[in-house]
């Protein structure tokens, strides 16, 4: 079976540190993978999908990006942290051919 | 782009109560999902219901495509059945993209 897994947990940095959390996904090959960003007492916002090794889109202009360095790795970086850039970051992926999406547990971001 | 409006925003319940959750999208859509979001944080598939009705256990869910909305009837609630509920619609433009409600924050008291 497949499972998802997102590292850190929970995460405190200060304005202008860097970020870096990472998503991996185990049991299937060439998934398309996501990442969503949940305000406070909000719905999910999508931030970055791939759908292969090195392939990224954005889907809104901000402060972070995010990379695919092996099939099943996802990894979501920012140079220097702003307040507004914290939340709760979920990875998700999805098979290829398929709708359903599949969340992991996220990472709790604050920043201070 | 596609609106996804959920209803009520917040329900309390006692437990062993029904309740039916709303979700209205303003165009159409590929599919919908249901998720329920414990207070841990983990999202969980409840259902993909692009249209008709499923049911798994005390959860039913609803989608009519054609008239745009979705219903999540949960029957004789519990209290591990807090949390919030979210819908998300799909909207596919080379890959699958799901816009997301504002959630039903749901507290079931024993």
């Known amino acids: 079976s497949q499972t998802i897994h997102q590292w850190p947990a929970t995460l405190v940095q200060p304005v202008g540190s860097p970020l870096s959390l990472e998503c991996t996904v185990e049991?299937?090959?060439?998934?398309?993978l996501y990442w969503y960003r949940q305000a406070a007492g909000r719905g999910l916002q999508l931030l970055f999908y791939?759908?292969?090794?090195?392939?990224i889109s954005s889907e809104v202009p901000q402060n972070l990006s995010a990379s695919r360095p092996q099939d099943r790795q996802f990894i979501l970086s920012s140079k220097k942290l702003l307040l507004s850039d914290s939340g709760f970051y979920l990875c998700?992926?999805?098979?290829?051919?398929?709708?359903?999406?599949?969340f992991g547990p996220g990472t709790r971001l604050t920043v201070l | 782009g596609i609106q996804v409006e959920q209803s009520p925003p917040d329900l309390i319940l006692q437990e062993g109560a029904n309740s039916t959750l709303r979700c209205n999208f303003s165009?159409?859509?590929?599919?919908l999902q249901w998720f329920h979001q414990n207070p841990w944080g983990q999202l969980i598939n409840l259902f993909y219901?692009?249209?008709g009705t499923k049911q798994n256990g005390r959860l039913s869910a609803t989608t009519v495509a054609t008239e745009r909305y979705s219903l999540l009837y949960i029957s004789s609630s519990q209290t591990t059945d807090s949390g919030v509920y979210f819908c998300?619609?799909?909207?596919?433009?080379?890959?699958?993209?799901?816009?997301f409600g504002a959630g039903t924050r749901l507290a079931v008291h024993p």
């Open positions: 998700a992926w999805s098979a290829v051919g398929t709708d359903t999406q599949y």
């Open positions: 049991g299937t090959s060439n998934p398309n």
């Open positions: 791939s759908v292969g090794i090195g392939q």
């Open positions: 165009d159409s859509v590929n599919n």
């Open positions: 219901i692009p249209s």
């Open positions: 998300a619609v799909l909207f596919s433009g080379g890959y699958n993209k799901l816009i």
